[in-house]
């Protein structure tokens, strides 16, 4: 296919729409069951992070510290160091945490609102709240401020980040706007790598609230697929613009090593830094330590863990060139749909002509290709034009994955086709 | 000694202070270093557990599950097994947490606060909130009801547990109470536990309050020194009483098999347990399965973890044995100081003259060795009759311990038969 369907004839629409509902069908009768979902590692990808099971031998950690017992608020000074190393930020900046950085931002929410950072008044002591929402977007980061209350702003996306000009606009406006979610390198669930403008501009841009925040979820700021996209440091450009304290970083290893049994951190400005320790020596004691010496035990060092990351992108990059190609091959030019080839991350965004999207991923979900749910990437799971869907691809292998695809695009057809044919009616 | 002081001459007094007096000078000339603040795992007894650090073989749990992956929100099938079967309490009433009981202790007094339960309204929203903290107590408890704001009413304990007569009476006049902190079995700091009836009167006793909530952090219920102490099954007697949701059960692995890479879990009422997961399930996708795994593949069952336990009682017996025999050959008698004989748990009381308990623990770290700071077992840090003195012999030595006691029953000699004196000035 490579003719703009838009333009063409309603025999040739017909002809196009009753091929695409037999191909369907055929589908159908093959009781395919693939999930395409969620971001889950495939089990061959689990298995090259096999040796971060491993015994542990050596528990006492740098500054004669026993990691077996309790202790070390913050986490190792080793563990702190390669993640500063590995991601280019001051390790005096972070703090690490369990096995989940959403569990992070979940906690950083919890305590703005029940007791407000650097004097200002506690969240839910302010009105009413409002979220910056950059979407298509994670619908995990959406649940939170939608679990807290807040009013979710949605902010379109643009190639590199966010809609700065609105995101400006909105800020310096509106004081109730109390912070923005970001997946600055490729964005979930489009692939979008934040320019350093964009960067730039968050980091300096004028804020009606004092306590605004950047929730800063670099998620995906080692998960290349073709070679490193560099990303401007926020931590550092917020404090050369004088609001230090206004980015929280996250990052774990779940994606490097295991979803199920990786080490998360946080980063911020340094009077933030203090600000929580003394809140989370109220609620831990501290996190698991012996799991953070079994990670650097595996990762060993920045460069290495690097390495081992190109391996994991090596079992990747196929199933992402199976979803692009594909898609190429049986959409590319009609105008049925339009899709991003990302450079990294976990997924590809696709758009379908509007109000397709839902009954894209319902006559999927019939044929036994469960996709994320459409609407998921926006918030309040509802996209105003009904057009996005998220495809992950990492959990199927490349064969159930052409499989899906193929059924995927065929839903396209029936669905899209299948409203050019109505409209024409 | 075996006199009681506070009857003799001051002549004699004034001899016994000169004696003592000399005693801690001694003391002090020897450089001691020592610590018996808080209650870690001495390096022996965390030997016992190094092969909960082995290599993990199998990451397939139950149901299919790649414990490796994502989900699996409230723990493995097989981890709520265990913990069920070893307390005695329905697997399907628990969560399985991260590392950190007093974590979950925290994170679900932030739910009440933000969001309430059981359509309740939410803590914040509920003006004047208290809490009862029988005392002396666990610090860190009295520390997450302060940090959020609540006036903490102080219940003295008595030897079956806290004085229910005043509990009942509190509870039933006063909706702002929310809740009570029980450490229910050798409790910290006394060790005393709690008895059937005293158990049955939390759970049958009338609350003004609806969302009245039992936090029973059983950090201790399978820490025997001398053999298992029973224990009444507090979420049972709950709900026989027509109060299914009004208690949240607490426990970790913390002190059986690491402090800083263990596995904690919390129970309650189905209804709570079905609410708290929601908003866990915002929190985070799910917490340490490898973990969960490691810590099986070690402990076993809960027959090979109690004979476990066991080996960690003989390593802990003989440093109790020398804390209640030091206490009891150099004080016994005196009526300078009294203290408990503790069947389990991690640590021995001290009450001495009133208003010496603190001056007793400037005494021993000015000589070198640290107790907990006095007071630290009372709400807001204070012991109205400054007389509590929490010991925690489980990280030094028998040698050392021998040596810490002899200091600190000099130091009670110092500071007690000194008040004496002062007196009859």
Known sequence: MSENLCNSSTAVLQKLYD????????FKARNLKL????????TAQLDICN????????????????????????GLAEMRRFFGEWLGIDPDTIVVGGNSSLNMMYDTVVRLMLFGTMGNPAWKDCGK?????????????????????????TVPMTPEGPD??????????????????????????????????????????????PDFRIFWDNAYG?????????????????????????????????????????????ASGKASRAEMLKRIGIQTIGSDKLNQLRTLQFLKDPQNAQQHMEKIAESLRPKFETVVNTLEREIGGTGLASWNSPRGGYFVAVDTLEGCAKEVVKLAAEAGVVM??????????????????????????????????????????VSCIGKLLRERA
């Open 51 to 74: 040796g971060a099971m491993n015994t542990l031998d050596c528990w006492m950690a740098e500054g004669n510290v026993d990691a077996r017992n309790y202790g070390q608020l913050a």
């Open 164 to 209: 700065m000009d609105m995101v400006e606009d909105l800020v310096k406006n509106d004081p109730a706007i109390k912070g923005i979610w970001c997946v600055p390198l490729y964005s979930n669930p489009q692939g979008i790598c934040y320019s350093d403008t964009v960067v730039a501009r968050l980091a300096g841009m004028e804020c009606a609230a």
């Open 35 to 42: 999930d395409m979902s969620r971001g889950r590692p495939a």
């Open 222 to 266: 080692v998960h290349h697929l073709y070679g490193e996209t560099k990303l401007a440091n926020i931590l550092e450009l917020c404090e050369k613009a004088g609001n230090p304290e206004r980015a929280y970083y996250f990052f774990s290893t779940s994606k490097i090593t295991f979803p199920g049994g990786g080490v998360a951190m946080m």
């Open 19 to 26: 091929e695409a509902v037999r191909q369907y069908e055929s």
């Open 372 to 413: 994320t749910g459409a609407g998921a990437t926006f918030p309040y799971g509802k996209d105003p034009r009904d057009t996005n869907i998220r495809i992950a691809p990492s959990f199927p292998t490349v064969q159930e994955l052409e499989c899906a695809m193929e059924l995927f695009c065929v839903c396209i057809k």
């Open 129 to 153: 709240l409002k979220f910056l929402c950059p979407s298509p977007g994670y619908d995990r980061h959406f649940a939170i401020t939608q679990d807290f209350g807040f009013e979710m702003i």
